[in-house]
């Protein structure tokens, strides 16, 4: 079975650039794959508010995940902005929980718990249950970032007027 590009990241926390394309957020009203749709819906948007211009959203992106205002968008832009700005906050309290949002430094701490300690298997239940991981809209192979590839695949799914 095939998994798209995003939802692999689930698969290989231990990528050399997961840092860089992905953040932890707590977020348990959310199962995962409703994380990636929201996600996949606001990336999209910005992508098309932008005018698929790679330039312009490689900038909003890292804008917006730095906590920064990304300038002037449509309205369809200013909604999906603030979906992701919404998601990326929820990345605080991963950060209070945890000391670290980086999807790498737990990978690693969660391989080093000793699960013979009485409560650590219910610790990490518990963070499983309420960990998600949001892509950031980079997604490299190398030193190539194919993410706006991925964009450009899902706009041509979608029926031309939408």
């Given at each position: 079975?095939?998994?798209?590009?995003?939802?692999?990241?689930?698969?290989?926390?231990?990528?050399?650039?997961?840092?860089?394309?992905?953040?932890l957020i707590w977020c348990p009203?959310?199962?995962?794959?409703?994380?990636?749709?929201l996600t996949a819906y606001?990336?999209?948007?910005?992508?098309?508010?932008?005018?698929?211009?790679?330039?312009?959203?490689?900038?909003?992106?890292?804008?917006?995940?730095?906590?920064?205002?990304?300038?002037?968008l449509s309205p369809e832009g200013i909604a999906a902005a603030q979906t992701f700005r919404t998601l990326l906050a929820r990345s605080d309290?991963?950060?209070r929980r945890l000391q670290s949002s980086a999807p790498s430094h737990v990978s690693i701490a969660l391989q080093m718990a000793d699960t013979s300690?009485?409560?650590?298997?219910?610790?990490?239940?518990?963070?499983?249950?309420?960990?998600?991981l949001l892509p950031?809209?980079?997604?490299?192979?190398g030193a190539d970032d194919i993410y706006p590839d991925i964009l450009e695949a899902r706009l041509r799914l979608l029926?031309?007027?939408s």
């Open positions: 079975m095939h998994v798209c590009h995003p939802c692999n990241l689930l698969q290989s926390l231990n990528r050399p650039s997961i840092d860089r394309e992905s953040i009203e959310f199962e995962q794959r409703q994380i990636l749709a606001a990336h999209l948007a910005l992508y098309r508010a932008c005018g698929k211009k790679l330039r312009e959203w490689t900038q909003i992106v890292t804008t917006l995940a730095m906590g920064r205002e990304p300038g002037m309290e991963t950060f300690r009485k409560g650590v298997t219910q610790g990490l239940t518990y963070l499983g249950q309420n960990l998600r950031l809209g980079r997604l490299y192979e029926p031309q007027n």
